[in-house]
């Protein structure tokens, strides 16, 4: 976007000094009535003046003729460890003919630079390309983001001093603007579509599937009418809508269970978001739930626009925050999972990213893992961890087909073993 750039004038430590020395040497020179002191005093403080009305002209010169700014950051929301550049361009406020060597000597005259937070570059200073035309002076810098979340950029500042170096000014253009940044993603495409074809093979079995396999789910606002099964519908009494699962539409859902931990928490969400966004690639609808994502975004994503349904759903994990403590992540992952339960369409693949559970967690999924198509990721702290294990084994004696992993393992290759892993009782 473009925004009127604003100027902020210093005096340095050189022009305080030179006008102290003024002050105090005219003093003298009235105190002993000695004109020659007092002289050279006022001609000290003139010194300053003069250089700032001098300063406050260039400033008012390069605000008039270079009033806006526009930066453009590629890609935009960025993502954890995918590299970005920053471009940031100073425009003359005016097409006038004329004047080019005027305004070359201003842009010459000039250095510039970005303040950008420590989370966008990687906590490493930036290398930035400064070009100058007698109209335009831009900035480009790469970024490569280090953590997911919101982060502030800019303004970017041009540095301006008069001859003496009595004071300088530096001039913010463009406002400060925050850029959002998605967790990293690891590409799980390849074995996105092995989990919904496995899935296929629990329910189905070893049986070819007739033209009359689909699965059926209450009536839900906004269902097409067209999907309604009358048969069904006036045998249970509730309206019952088809959801064809050979139609490569089988839905999933992607429980995330937030740790307390920063760094496993980040872990955790990349993991999630991972599996989510390659279970939508592969053609199928996701939806996340765990932390604080509420009722209001439990509906399955990638129904009608896979592509939006991405960006919508990796959107909703930059904003995602750790719980204050077990307790608190424990209820939340409750509440997930009754979210999942209350809405669970028949047939729908289930994927966990959890911290080693308590018993009531381990209580309220055992009916999930009942389905026959739950599978889990247990973080474990390291690669003996007893807790990880007790939990991925109690989650296998309900049905759910469970590893651990710790953050540091490789995310595709944990999750082709758990794929390719054989049923567990």
């Not at 960025?78 to 070359?104: C, D, E, F, Q």
């Not at 579509?193 to 189905?204: E, S, T």
């Not at 079995?205 to 067209?226: F, Q, V």
């Not at 994503?301 to 204050?324: C, F, K």
């Amino acid at each position: 976007m473009s925004t009127r750039a604003k100027s902020d004038t210093v005096l340095t430590s050189r022009g305080i000094g030179l006008s102290a020395s003024g002050v105090v040497v005219g003093a003298m020179g009235m105190g002993l009535a000695a004109p020659p002191l007092v002289y050279i005093g006022v001609a000290m403080v003139s010194v300053v003046v003069v250089s700032g009305v001098w300063m406050l002209l260039s400033v008012n010169s390069f605000l008039t003729r270079f009033p806006y700014a526009r930066r453009d950051v590629t890609p935009r929301p960025l993502t954890v460890g995918v590299p970005g550049r920053v471009t940031v361009s100073i425009t003359s406020g005016s097409a006038r003919r004329g004047g080019g060597a005027t305004r070359r000597a201003i842009t010459a005259a000039l250095d510039i630079r970005e303040q950008a937070s420590a989370e966008l570059t990687g906590g490493l200073g930036t290398k930035a390309t400064v070009s100058r035309t007698p109209d335009a002076l831009s900035l480009s810098y790469a970024l490569l983001p280090s953590r997911r979340g919101r982060w502030p950029l800019g303004p970017a500042l041009v540095h301006s001093s008069e001859p003496l170096g009595i004071l300088w000014a530096d001039s913010s253009v463009g406002a400060a603007e925050t850029i959002p940044v998605w967790p990293a993603i690891v590409d799980l495409s390849a074995t996105a579509g092995a989990l919904m074809g496995h899935a296929d093979r629990v329910v189905l079995g070893a049986r070819s599937p007739s033209p009359d396999d689909s699965s059926l789910r209450e009536y839900r606002e906004g269902d097409d009418l067209r999907r309604v099964h009358w048969p069904s519908s006036a045998r249970t009494g509730t309206m019952q809508v088809r959801s064809d699962e050979r139609a490569g539409r089988r839905p999933a859902t992607v429980l995330l269970d937030t740790p307390v931990d920063p760094d496993a928490l980040e872990w955790s969400i990349s993991a999630a978001a991972s599996i989510a966004v390659s279970v939508l690639g592969s053609g199928h609808p996701v939806r996340l739930l765990g932390g604080h994502l509420g009722e209001r975004r439990s509906h399955h994503l990638g129904r009608q626009h896979p592509d939006e349904a991405r960006v919508e759903l990796l959107n909703q994990t930059i904003d995602i925050s750790g719980p204050a403590s077990k307790a608190e992540a424990a209820q939340q992952l409750k509440r997930a999972i009754r979210l999942a339960g209350d809405d669970l369409v028949q047939g729908e693949v289930l994927v966990g990213v959890f911290d080693p559970l308590d018993s009531s967690c381990l209580e309220a999924l055992a009916p999930l893992g009942q389905t026959g198509h739950a599978w889990a990721i247990v973080r474990a702290a390291s690669t003996d961890d007893p807790d990880a294990d007790l939990c991925a084994g109690a989650l296998r004696r309900t049905g759910w087909r469970a590893t651990t992993a710790t953050s540091k393992d490789d995310l595709a290759a944990v999750w082709t073993t758990l794929l390719t892993a054989g049923d567990v009782a």
